[in-house]
């Protein structure tokens, strides 16, 4: 028997042990629940620095810069007002069409709060995360359901700020769109979330934001929805393919009626409105499609604009095609909107004249000559129509006929050669190069000054001045060619034929085998109205960005001093007489107002093309009309000036008469070999075209549509080139001016002449001295401007 004294000692000894043991299982409990917390917050410390690592280069929600979504770019014509940011809005160019709202009233009950009862039923009460939601998701989606677990804040962060990584699945990008989410809602309210969710949000066919939904799907806005309307748009983000109402009828109804009775169970709707609702169809009326590419209006002109905005030289002033498409830039062009529905109007007048033939088409360029901005533009028949080429700012253009003479004229004047001077415009042939040069209709002009031959447009002439003359009088077909150049026509070759030159240097250079387009030659006739400086025609006057940066500015452009104001001013009185002189082949043109006018016709082999370019000190203006098959023979006619003049007579409407700025006359020091025209050559020449007239009437060749006797042409088109084609072996160009009066009544002058010729019969023509033309409106009848019933009854008559 163990003694009491060894029982308590045995005891004591196994207390000492139990404690020992606890003491030891405290610490160990102790040290692993430090090893533990240890661990987690290890394991939070690595977390956190994993979720920084993550959102590091995310953008501050403070800076508005971060939320600045695509935006459409708007195209102005130039009675954009910045102040008020309105104007004729010529084109919107868009990747994804927005129409962003200002208040959730825009919106429309139905849809704001049908939006938050579809997508975030708790969207008032989290902070951007809903735990709840995810649960409930979680559940829902075990069961067989279907359902999300994203905010309608996390929505947003994903389709905008972190929209480059929509498509990414991983836990990183999650977590980012939780952290920008919730520092959002720290600084914007629900609503404002809510709105900017329903201006961004993809409602499918290219429609971002539920206006443009409501407009493209309805043709209404979003606060003129139906209750079904409504639930429609709202349930096509799910999946913008899916539930497009257009191209998944089926789909698109049934994800309504979700929609539908989501909105009931949270109270939106009444339960008859539910039941009115879901037994409507879907009832689209889907807006027709506004142009091409978001052009509304004037498109040869807004297309043209379009195309420059993507070039290279734009590209280097920073206008992006990012910019462009989604930048928001505010785009202002030169086009005068009332000048460019006279253009309109002077085009249809032809067309419903009934005149016009099977594929003749129409081009006009009207620009600014003291600044190059172009205020006015068609170019061709119908935008929609066929291949869409511009044949008023096409790089291969056409054939520009006697047009051509007008640059002959201004390099034999800088050459010092007086437009008095006489040369030999007798009816032909004038051969060069295997060719037979002939006036119109092989009228025999005989001798005339250089202005009057440029008046009658005599090929046979101009032809002796550049070509076969060309060593006494300086002027070659090079030396031409380089003057057109200095006055805006680009050189170069042919686009559609490579080896063939745009302005070829050749024997008939002079008679326009050349080819420019019509605002090349408005802009370089309008060289001569601007004493001699050229402007480069000019489209596009400011490009702005959305923050008010200013990347283009084209307003205060200088020109280029290409000719003197000398020769300049010589050229344009020269020209005058194209259109006032009783010779002159432009008549027609002559402008009601009285306001003073110059210019030059033109017509090309076969008459595949006529024109009429003439300008005054304030408009310059280039018609072409024509058949780009090269099928049609459209003889002459005057339907190039009576659009000119249609056109400048609206256009000018209440603006002052101007008179061409004056210059001293030019140093004429190259004779050329002949003589200028006097009162004492008068009788000479009488007699001399006398004898001419007699030959003619003996002779028995003539030519009522040719000038020229070869074979060959001026080449083929393929009838979508837009040109003319290559100038292998140039033919003539049988300027179709009107035949001359055999017996014409003599050029005005200022003072009457003091010894008429006492011959009853009116005598040709006596040549013009050098002195300025009179203002018109003192010396010739004005021709009247017809409406479209009084143009057909007028041709009829005639």
């Not at 032809?463 to 150049?485: C, H």
């Not at 979508?720 to 002058?749: H, M, R, S, V, Y």
Request: aromatic content about 8%.
């Amino acid at each position: 028997m163990i003694p009491l004294s060894g029982i308590v000692a045995i005891m004591k000894s196994r207390r000492k042990q139990r404690e020992s043991r606890a003491h030891a299982g405290l610490w160990t409990v102790l040290v692993v629940t430090v090893g533990i917390g240890a661990a987690l917050f290890g394991c939070y410390q690595g977390a956190m620095a994993l979720v920084d690592e993550w959102c590091k280069d995310l953008p501050d929600v403070n800076d508005t810069d971060a939320f600045q979504l695509p935006e459409q770019s708007t195209i102005y014509a130039n009675d954009y007002d910045p102040s008020t940011g309105t104007g004729t809005v010529l084109a919107e160019l868009y990747l994804e069409k927005r129409e962003p709202l200002s208040s959730l009233d825009e919106a429309g009950a139905y849809v704001a709060q049908g939006t938050v009862a579809t997508e975030d039923v708790r969207f008032y009460e989290h902070k951007g995360v809903d735990l709840q939601g995810i649960v409930r998701a979680l559940f829902v989606n075990l069961a067989g359901g279907q359902e999300g677990a994203s905010t309608i804040t996390q929505q947003y962060v994903r389709n905008t700020i972190i929209a480059d990584e929509m498509t990414d699945i991983s836990i990183k990008r999650k977590v980012r769109e939780i952290d920008l989410a919730v520092k959002l809602e720290q600084i914007y309210s629900k609503d404002e979330i809510l709105l900017m969710y329903l201006n961004t949000i993809n409602y499918g066919d290219g429609c971002h934001g539920i206006e443009a939904a409501a407009q493209h799907y309805y043709s209404k806005h979003s606060n003129e929805l139906t209750i079904a309307q409504a639930a429609t748009l709202i349930g096509i983000p799910n999946s913008p393919t899916l539930y497009n109402p257009v191209t998944n009828p089926e789909s698109s109804i049934q994800r309504r009626n979700v929609v539908l009775s989501r909105m009931l169970t949270n109270g939106v709707i009444t339960e008859d409105e539910y039941n009115a609702a879901i037994a409507e169809d879907l009832n689209l009326n889907v807006a027709p499609e506004e142009g091409t590419n978001g052009v509304y209006k004037y498109e040869w002109f807004t297309t043209y604009v379009r195309d420059l905005l993507q070039s290279d030289e734009y590209l280097a002033k920073g206008v992006t095609y990012d910019k462009l498409f989604e930048g928001g830039l505010t785009i202002v062009t030169s086009l005068d909107p009332v000048m460019q529905e006279y253009a309109e109007e002077a085009v249809a007048i032809q067309y419903e004249s009934g005149a016009v033939k099977q594929g003749q088409e129409f081009a006009l360029t009207l620009v600014d000559p003291n600044t190059g901005f172009i205020k006015a533009m068609i170019g061709g028949k119908n935008f929609y129509e066929g291949d869409q080429l511009n044949i008023a700012t096409s790089s291969d253009g056409r054939q520009i006929g006697s047009t051509a003479k007008a640059f002959t004229l201004a390099d034999a004047i800088e050459k010092g050669i007086n437009p008095a001077t006489r040369i030999n415009c007798d009816r032909g042939p004038v051969k060069v190069n295997g060719a037979s040069i002939y006036n119109y209709g092989q009228q025999n002009y005989g001798t005339l000054s250089i202005a009057d031959a440029i008046a009658v447009s005599s090929n046979t002439g101009f032809v002796r001045l550049s070509y076969v003359d060309s060593e006494k009088s300086g002027i070659t077909p090079e030396s031409i060619v380089a003057m057109q150049e200095r006055l805006g026509l680009r050189g170069g070759k042919l686009v559609n034929y490579p080896t063939a030159d745009k302005l070829p240097a050749v024997a008939t250079t002079t008679l326009g085998v050349g080819q420019a387009n019509t605002t090349e030659m408005a802009s370089a006739f309008g060289t001569f109205a601007a004493e001699g400086v050229h402007h480069d025609a000019t489209a596009i006057l400011t490009v702005t960005d959305r923050s008010g940066n200013e990347l283009v500015n084209n307003t205060n452009q200088e020109g280029e001093q290409v000719l003197s104001k000398s020769v300049a001013y010589a050229v344009t009185q020269t020209l005058e007489g194209v259109i006032y002189k009783s010779m002159g082949t432009a008549s027609a043109a002559a402008l009601s107002s009285g306001q003073i006018a110059a210019g030059k016709t033109g017509t090309t082999d076969n008459w595949h093309d006529l024109w009429f370019v003439g300008y005054t000190p304030q408009l310059s203006c280039a018609v072409w009309t024509g058949d780009r098959s090269n099928q049609l023979e459209l003889y002459t006619d005057s339907w190039c000036q009576e659009i000119w003049r249609y056109v400048m007579e609206h256009a000018l409407e209440g603006v002052p008469n101007q008179e061409f700025t004056p210059a001293p006359e030019p140093d004429y020091k190259n004779s050329f070999g002949g003589s200028s025209v006097s009162k004492d050559d008068e009788d000479d020449e009488k007699d001399e075209k006398d004898e001419n007239e007699e030959s003619d009437d003996s002779s028995d060749s003539s030519s009522s549509d040719s000038s020229t006797n070869q074979s060959g042409s001026n080449g083929n088109s393929s009838g979508n080139t837009g040109t003319n084609g290559p100038t292998t072996d140039p033919t003539p160009d049988p300027d179709p001016t009107p035949t001359p009066d055999p017996e014409p009544t003599p050029d005005p002058e200022p003072t009457p002449d003091p010894e008429p010729t006492p011959d009853p019969e009116p005598t040709p023509d006596p040549e013009p001295t050098p002195n300025p033309t009179p203002t018109p409106s003192a010396l010739y009848a004005r021709q009247p401007v017809y409406e479209v019933s009084q143009l057909v009854a007028h041709r009829a008559a005639a």
